[in-house]
């Protein structure tokens, strides 16, 4: 409702545009790229206003309309000044800020908004748990109120950057005697608290991408919750709004990506095989048909148009993933049974998806991260079809009533 | 890269085609009248052929200097999924899109002064005759040979499924002269020519076999070799085809998820069973994807190289999307949609003859292998 | 439970082959094939009781074991006796002979059983309705009582025979408060008497192969009812065990069928591209492994090994046929847009399943009739891996209140 | 018809090998084992290779007079599909099957009177080393020569995917001899043969890149040109894969099942939900045709004309059941099925690789074409 007024006032103030390129060269000139480090930069870009410039003044914005903020990226980059930052503090720059935009206090905000965007404190983000997957708002991680602090028990799962994270965004059952999604509380955790204890998750790949985080009496000061006490599942659901635009939304160009390595794979076998060709040409066919229709998606909702376009990618991506990279190790025939880097189990290198072997492991998650490829299709068929939903036996039941195996 | 000048989003006079053409087919056509004619002798109505003829559909893409709208492929690919959404019968595709399509890629201006007036008007209906193995889809004339007479040229040959041969007034026909493949021009009532209706698979577009024996007085088209120019209007027609069948799939899925929300077994609407619901979702996926590759063919016909790569793309795309969506629909209906009162069989079989009528999607893979260096 | 007993005690004595020996051939020897008519042949094998080994004598059998039937029909077969009413009168002799064995009158059997074997009475089944596919037990044909008649309102579908039937297997709604299984009963009804309407059903390659059958006040005789008032449900499911069997269930010999036929538009096209070739040898494998799976378990079953072998015949013919025929109709290139022999609504002639254009529209209702693949997968997964049922909304309401839309 | 002799119910001697196998496998071996193996250095265990070899494993198939049990290929594939049921780590495939089945089929009466006794009893390890090119899977030696020098012969060539080449103390390389292909058993310290162990997918199934330069002492174990007998040996080699990838599939989609009754979502099992049900029955049904393919292959194998059927038969129906039920169970499990402590990957890896190791499906299918004749 608050960027709805805010873009209707950016529609009337021509000016903006002016405005905006106006605290940039400023920004420039008082601290030119080439010879201020980043992190200073940073700082400095985010006490103009240029961080998000749909925040209010003064927490990073110029209260204006979001598209601002991809000119000044524009404009940053093209002087030659960092992003990165969005990079290196994803889950807090791209989520954690629009978390604390929407549902924190001012003086939340001036806490955590700076330093977020600095990167001197990485973000990370603690919902899934074991128990809780797919049924996110089943999770049993408890929270109990003691004096002005929370005592946190449980375990979380599929924790990417916990283990250099300095803050958490974390949801705790405060209310298990509530139904299910009412009794929530959101909290930012100290990841460097006593009691957190975090531990890489291995995956098949022998890598680590992601973390185990322990929460064994883990006190989180009452000044940390994020809205109401039992309000969790709101601002959880904010979080993740925009977790799965950010997965599959993108559009990139033509044949590259897991199909360009296809390909090459094709051309560097010298494979001719007319029935290869034929399957090779099918997944091109289909990865091609899925760039356009995300560019496609693209228009229409920068146009205005709203439509289904956007709804499927994460799907067809994570499907198409998983047949091109096995397709992949086929090309290879009998070295398609090796794996030259081998199983230590270790944290990720990057660019490590170059290798078919690999990349085939890893694509096997594609259908389960950001939302199982059954909840997609549940979300498609019920958001964007409208059909109806099934019986649900768990929705009015209290969370402690709710059959759980 | 081609992406970045493409714009998808339809323009107002592309939504006005649209709304325009919705109405006409569901008012003037609609299945009911489908039905008649699809059972009919020679699956035509000449009174709707006039009726769209004074809309000027069959000279959308004519240029107006020759009787035409002067309009493009893309507004011809919003009339082409209409007409798709309710299976539309008659010569439309074979004489406003193939054949039209045909002379104005190959034939000299005098040729396209001559006969595109009377295309644009719809007083002639023509069809291109080009195919002559069952298999193979290949373009090259073998069995079909021409030879001049005169200022005119003597054709004998034999084509296969050409579309509404028996309502064309005009065949246009290419055979070899020697030095390459011509297109030459043929009165349906020519001497020699024998053109017999085939009962095909969907009776909603009809076919002919055509047997040509030492037809006089066959004007050519093309100067020269058109090999170049008849690969380029197959492109043209397999794109145009393509949004056809978007208009179709698009159909079918509406009809498989309205009919997931009104029927209930054991006392729930059966989209709500995810076998159900986690299907049409598929549907969605397909057709959308469909859509893209069909979209993009269309806005791209400038463009030769990315022609090659958009029209093949979604000729295999398309089809095999209108195809699945098209089966799947009539298992979202159960028994009610294998019966001869439901719709539902009317896709299956427009859907399935598209998918090899101008090449099946495993021809059109090959045709973008080619394109792409695979 | 009777059958068991029966078997248990044709172990016992061994005699039992020699007796079904003998009385074979005093029918050969009484009733010659060769110059007896067939109605008159298997009148005469029916009084032996031939003709169902394991009904109890005066019935059409002898109170064998059921294997004993497979012997005889050797023995006739071989002496050239015509098994054909096994087929022309199918439904009756498969399927309604078995219901009246487990549910019928002495007195209902002994009007019933020899005309259904002779053919002089055709049989037929009315359990679909155009509200009940899936759900069976959801149907609305209503019976109300009247003195010691029925009268019966509603409409069947899917009916085979229907327009050549003598008799009709009917389940109707007698009690429309009672939870949904609850309330049925089954009746046998005459197909002749008034207020019975039977339409052709034309299906998608216009042939009718099955027929509407309309009730419009059409009487029963209260001792046409099978089993007791309400007890419908139990002998509906009699029915439908031997119906699923039928389907799927029979093994055929390699390369037969549609994989047979799309085998030799492989050799008559002379097609000899690889692609395809990769294809058709694909299909051949699953059909080659569905045949083998269904040799394996019968033999399995038959040496008394239960497995899940010969629960997936059906799903996997239902598939294998569609994808088979329509793969037929590739092959053919531009001449699969072709349909020869045109499509006048008419009754089916026979073999027109050779016609890969047909086969391949005939095809389309595999994964329908007989239970839909959705629900094949439901009892598969249900009852053979023991996985749990959905929520149901429907079970303990009264009939007359489920949901129906 | 061959359908009518061919017996799929188990016996019961059949039958105490399973339970036999089953148990010793299960406490012996273990997926905790399987674990520390798959990262050891060689993937080996000595000690429970004796073990095995007391049990008479490696001479399953061995005639009694070669001091094996004297069983056929059935008996064996019983014990492969247990031993795929835990993903077996060490050499039994690559040395009792694969070389021991090389020899039976290559080797001339003396030398399989040589040779097989040690292999019986385990105290010889040996390995075919058959391919040369990454892809094809080709037969003929093209890289590989060998040439007689007095009564043995000099090898030179290169060879990959040896299975457990590193563990090998014998190696059965293919070279060809100029008139044909022969078949040669090199002791693993021969001077000029370096043998590199690879890293592999599937780490519980190792491999090794082989290299011969000018490696005297080879002994030739066919009486001239091998190419019919190794064709049949391939054959064996993946009709008794096909047994093991039976087994591990069976057991991906048991794991499946299980996690599908116990693993609650929104209240609910998961397996109640059709998206995971008629999953987990489709998986019922490929793994259903896997065995049939599998089992008929292991009773075939006297028949020559049936095997070159039933082995690529086999071959490709098991190998594309026991990827798509390894990479499913993976999704029926969700993001536990993604970690390296839960035991799915082990079966995907196995399942992946082993669908490549004797030719891929696509490979398998085209040996059966040539055999049906299409």
New interface residues.
Partial sequence: PCDQSLSERSIMSDGDEGRVERLVDELLTEHPPETTPDVEFWGAQYDKGLAWAWHPEGFGGLGLARKHQTRIDQLLEAAGASTENRYLNLLGIAMGAGVLDAHATDEQKRRWLRPMFTTEEIWCQLFSEPGAGSDVAGLATRAVKDGDEWVVNGQKVWTTLAHIAKWGMIVTRTDPNAPKHQGMTYFIVDMEAPGVDVRPLYQITGEAEFNEVFFNDVRIPDEHRIDAVGAGWRVAVTTLMNERVAIGGA?V???SGYIGRA?EV?EETGEDDAVL??E???L???A???R??S??AN??AS?G?PG??GS?GK??WANLNKEITSFTVDLLGLDGTLYPEGYELSRPQRGGLHEPGKAFLRTRANSIEGGTS?IM??I???R????????RVDKDLPWAEVPRG | ?V?ANV???PTEDQELIRTTARQFIEERVGLERVREL??SEDGFDRGLWKEMADLGWPGLAISEEHGGAGLGPVEMSVLLEEMGRLVTPGPFFASAVVATIAIQQAAIPEKQDRLLPTLASGETIATLAV?E?????GLAPSLTKAQPSGDSWTVTGAK??VLDGHLADLLLVTASTGDGVGLFAIDSDANGLTISQ??????TRR?ATVTLEGVDGASRLDDGDMTESLRRTMSLATAALAAEQVGGAQRCMEMA?DY??????????I????????R???M??KV??????A??AARVTQDDAELAVAAP?AG??CSEAY?WVA?EN??VH????????HD??LY??RA??S???LG?P?HQ??L??RA?G?
Wanted: hydrophobic share 40%; with cysteine; net charge neutral.
């Fill in positions: 559009s160009p033509r044949g390909v094709w060709r034929d090779l040409l099918h091109w066919s289909e091609e048909a899925a356009l229709t560019i496609r228009q229409l146009a148009i289904p376009e499927t799907l067809v059954e299709l549940n498609l068929g019920e964007v079809l409208g059909l109806p939903g099934e019986p | 890269m992406d714009s998808y989003a699809m059972m195919f193995e069952p298999r193979g889809w296969r499924a085939e009962s095909t698979l969907d009776p076919q998820v997931a929300k009104s029927r209930y077994q054991f006392g729930r609407p989209g709500s069973y995810q076998a159900i619901k986690h049409c979702a598929n969605l996926m959308e994807h469909a859509k893209s590759t979209y993009h793309l295999s795309v195809v089966g009539i298992q159960g028994g009610i949609g294998f019966t001869w009162e539902a069989h299956l079989k399935k003859a998918s090899l009528l099946s495993r893979r090959d973008l292998g792409i695979i």
